[in-house]
């Protein structure tokens, strides 16, 4: 294991960059901090590009093991001070290592049952909920409209708690996600205030996609005009809204029992 201490090393700077778009293009990785979210990595089987972790992280038996996993690896392995970790680290916790992940999302199948739109949700917390509940759920893809956040941006990553190493995620214009929707057969169903059907009583069995607008805009005319079903959420009186990633968990787990049954 190299040990590094200057903030000029290559790998540092590399490590640094990953906290922008820009830089997670340039170099193909994204930035994995904290223990647990890089043992879903490795379980996961993504391919590391490096890895930077603190003298202290094999203090601990888990912190050991993970550290002899990166070494089986054979990814560039550096120990470097905690001070030193805490530059490039986009938490203030990031418990002593920090992986480059290749940034490489799994294909989107040619036969899938359910999918999720994200459309223009900007909100990193709420785009990284909705890929953790849609591994959960079983989703067969997540497709992403401009305007969304990025979905390797450190947050994203972190949010959907290593969900992003296994899921198949496509972000392309909206035209392109429909036709996608459309060579997969799967019925477009919008979500809104106004829609006419009740969301536990909509066919389900065959290929699908629930269309989840921003909570500020809901979803774009584009999506209006492609829906073959508009749905909504019933909610109490005096209840004005539900946070998107909230109402997205129901509907995914709506389609999920339906599978299962």
Not at 34 to 58: K, Y
Not at 129 to 158: M, N, Q, Y
Request: glycine letters at 8%; proline letters at 5%.
């Amino acid at each position: 294991m190299e040990i590094i201490t200057s903030k000029e090393n290559r790998y540092i700077k590399a490590a640094r960059a990953l906290n922008s778009a820009k830089g997670r293009a340039e170099q193909n990785l994204l930035p994995v901090e904290g223990l647990r979210l890089a043992e879903e990595a490795l379980a996961a089987g993504a391919e590391l590009g490096f890895a930077l972790v603190t003298e202290q992280l094999s203090a601990n038996p888990r912190g050991a093991a993970l550290v002899d996993k990166l070494e089986q690896s054979g990814c560039p392995l550096l120990q470097v001070p905690e001070k030193l970790l805490m530059q490039v680290a986009d938490t203030e916790h990031p418990q002593g290592v920090f992986l480059a992940v290749r940034r490489a999302a799994k294909p989107l199948p040619r036969q899938g049952r359910c999918f999720v739109v994200c459309d223009r949700l900007a909100d990193p917390g709420n785009l990284g909920t909705i890929f953790r509940t849609a591994l959960a759920a079983g989703v067969d893809g997540l497709l992403l409209t401009p305007g969304c956040a990025a979905w390797d941006s450190p947050k994203v990553v972190r949010s959907s708690m290593g969900a992003v190493f296994r899921l198949p995620i496509y972000a392309a214009p909206e035209a392109e996600l429909l036709d996608i929707l459309r060579e997969q057969g799967a019925r477009v169903l919008l979500t809104a205030a106004d829609g006419a059907e009740r969301f536990d009583r909509i066919e389900l069995a065959t290929p699908h996609a629930w269309v989840m607008g921003s909570e500020a805009a809901g979803c774009s005319d584009f999506w209006h005009e492609a829906a073959d079903a508009k749905v909504y959420l019933p909610m109490a009186e005096g209840a004005e809204s539900l946070n998107v990633a909230v109402a997205a968990g129901i509907l995914m787990y709506q389609s999920f029992i339906v599978e299962c049954n």
